[in-house]
């Protein structure tokens, strides 16, 4: 048997805990009762995030760009570029092999993106049919599509014209993260999430000629899945709203490619030490 009493917090009156006092067994010596604290009650586990990945059936399809730094003889350089689908896009990608990631928070998320940054691959917020074949197509509102709008948790913003401040160091990967997540709508402004550098971010240190724009995807998990439209209107609404960078609404759609494959450097090493972090 166990004497229960609420207390309360010296560092906070406001605040109270629960204590047990538990008295020592019957026939020997007393001593001062044991305090044991209970555990605050844990919030309940939110279900996994189902994160589909798809790489293109065509192995001659790039889900990620291509940087190639060319010396010349008279001591000057050009950077070249190869974007996604190959050189002008003859190569883009109509069918994908697909595989689905359970993810149950977001250290795992930064995770599972670790290891599919390195893949030639793109993920989608919609989820693929239970029933679809091994290669399927990128389709979401034709009869027999292949991916789903049931809602996801998982929620993608797109930073694509974000100009340095002044201030701000932009060889410092973390800091440009924080500052990155500062621009976003004010709920989600102290919230962890994952920040993946663009493919095309951070030329400028290769090429004078490139503009210094801060270009990124922001990975968070939302408390409740959200599908498509409703995702798109909230972010309609942020923009309207200006007190934040102008977001990209596409990546709400459930079969919009996210682009997540880190990319290739040819002739050089990627300017950027980490591109994908946790904050």
């Known amino acids: 048997d166990f004497t229960r009493l609420t207390a309360e917090n010296p560092a906070d009156p406001e605040k109270k805990f629960s204590i047990r006092f538990i008295p020592p067994p019957i026939g020997l010596n007393p001593n001062p009762p044991r305090v044991v604290l209970d555990a605050p009650e844990a919030a309940p586990a939110l279900p996994p995030v189902a994160v589909p990945f798809l790489t293109p059936f065509n192995r001659k399809a790039p889900a990620r760009k291509t940087h190639r730094l060319i010396q010349h003889g008279d001591g000057s350089r050009t950077l070249e570029t190869t974007g996604y689908g190959g050189a002008e896009g003859t190569a883009k990608a109509l069918r ?23 893949q030639n691959c793109l993920a989608v917020r919609g989820q693929v049919r239970p ?18 709008d049931s809602g996801s948790r998982l929620v993608v913003i797109d930073l694509d014209h ?18 990155l997540r500062s621009r976003l709508p004010a709920e989600l402004r102290d919230v962890s999430c994952v920040v993946q550098f663009s493919n095309s971010y951070g030329l400028w240190r ?29 972010i309609t609404a942020q923009n309207r709203i200006g007190d934040c960078a102008q977001v990209d609404p596409q990546l709400s759609n459930a079969n919009q490619a996210i ?8 002739g050089c090493a990627d300017p950027v030490r980490q591109r994908l972090f946790l904050l």
């Open 206 to 234: 290769l090429d004078a000629g490139r503009k210094k724009e801060l270009k990124a995807h922001l990975w968070l998990l939302n408390d409740e899945p959200l599908t498509g439209p409703e995702l798109r209107r909230w």
């Open 162 to 179: 974000e100009v340095a401040p002044v201030a701000l160091d932009t060889d410092d990967d973390l800091a440009v993260g924080e500052y």
């Open 131 to 148: 029933d679809a074949a091994r290669v399927i197509f990128r389709r979401l509102a034709e009869e027999g599509a292949d991916i789903l």
């Open 96 to 118: 994908f092999t697909h595989c689905t990631r359970q993810v149950a928070d977001i250290e795992d998320l930064h995770t599972v993106l670790r290891f599919h940054s390195d």
């Open 259 to 266: 682009y997540c494959a880190s990319p290739v450097f040819e």
